[in-house]
């Protein structure tokens, strides 16, 4: 059986279908434009859903979104990223969709994807850290996604990392998310230079290609997400990160940076394995599509 999933980010919608055959298919991304308000992104998320089970035959959808996530009633309690606050996401799609829903938090279904199918297969624990838009992480033991308790777990884009800096959109300064999440990075390199509008991936190519600013703005937000890091392998002690967004979908020669500044700040812990995440940007809909498999299969909704 085939079935449809979708992951809401704060840019873009990413949808695809995922056959029997464990093939991806169809994938494709729509703006999500949130400014509109949630009804407005819901509209287009159903839009999206419906011409994807319509082409593929889909049994079921899976739908997972940013932010804090409370997988039992299928609402997206705290999403900062879309600005939604208490949006019963679950219910509204599947009672217009005429399709069963399987609901869940965007990072916990990327390292659900990577541990099952991806590069955490064979890991005992790992964590899959995704950095993009948002910056999240997810906490993987034997193959199962530890959410936290109230599904607010893995927030890791909202420790600080310049106490008193920038505002950030869950109410706090100096967040994580304020120097390294892709807008960030894009800002401040806007600020810097008169190139608006230059994406994580452009700004990574123009790093490579020897742009001295591009070059400064990466190795700060390099320097931040490694300090948080090292604070997360002090707790958790994963034998393997497994990177995953724009950061992870940038390849591994992105990573090595990242590799040197987490060593040079770990004394005693184990320096854990840094690698990409297999599904690059796409982790957390293909998760989405593991959970609507799970549906379909007469499974529990995670
Ligand atoms: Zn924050």
Redesign the pocket.
């Known amino acids: 059986m085939s079935v449809v999933a979708l992951e809401i980010g704060g840019a873009y919608i990413k949808g695809c279908v995922l056959g029997p055959d464990g093939v991806l298919r169809d994938r494709e991304r729509w703006f999500s434009r949130p400014e509109r308000g949630p009804d407005a992104v819901l509209e287009t998320v159903l839009e999206c859903a419906a011409a994807l089970a319509r082409r593929s035959g889909a049994v079921a959808a899976g739908i997972v979104v940013p932010g804090v996530v409370d997988d039992a009633s299928g609402s997206a309690v705290r999403a900062?990223a879309l600005g939604w606050r208490g949006v019963p996401v679950r219910g509204w799609v599947s009672e217009h969709l005429e399709l069963p829903v399987a609901f869940g938090h965007d990072v916990r279904a990327g390292g659900l994807a990577e541990a099952r199918l991806g590069a955490g297969r064979g890991s005992r624990n790992f964590l899959f850290v995704s950095v993009g838009t948002g910056i999240g992480a997810a906490w993987v033991l034997d193959g199962r996604v530890e959410p936290g308790s109230r599904g607010g777990g893995g927030?890791i884009?909202?420790?600080?990392v310049r106490p008193g800096g920038e505002p950030?959109?869950?109410?706090?300064?100096?967040?994580?998310?304020?120097v390294a999440s892709s807008p960030a990075i894009s800002h401040r390199y806007a600020r810097l230079t008169r190139w608006r509008g230059v994406g994580a991936g452009e700004l990574y190519h123009r790093a490579d290609a020897g742009d001295a600013v591009a070059g400064a703005v990466c190795a700060e937000a390099v320097e931040a997400l490694a300090a948080t890091l090292a604070t997360a392998v002090t707790v958790y002690a994963p034998e393997l990160l497994v990177i995953g967004g724009e950061l992870g979908d940038a390849g591994r020669g992105r990573l090595a940076p990242l590799r040197e500044a987490l060593a040079r700040r770990l004394t005693f812990q184990a320096v854990p394995e840094i690698v990409p995440a297999a599904f690059g940007d796409r982790s957390g809909c293909v998760g989405a599509a593991l959970l609507a498999q799970e549906l379909g299969s007469g499974g529990a909704a995670a």
């Open positions: 900062g927030e884009g909202h420790l600080v950030c959109h869950c109410g706090g300064r100096g967040c994580l998310e304020t």
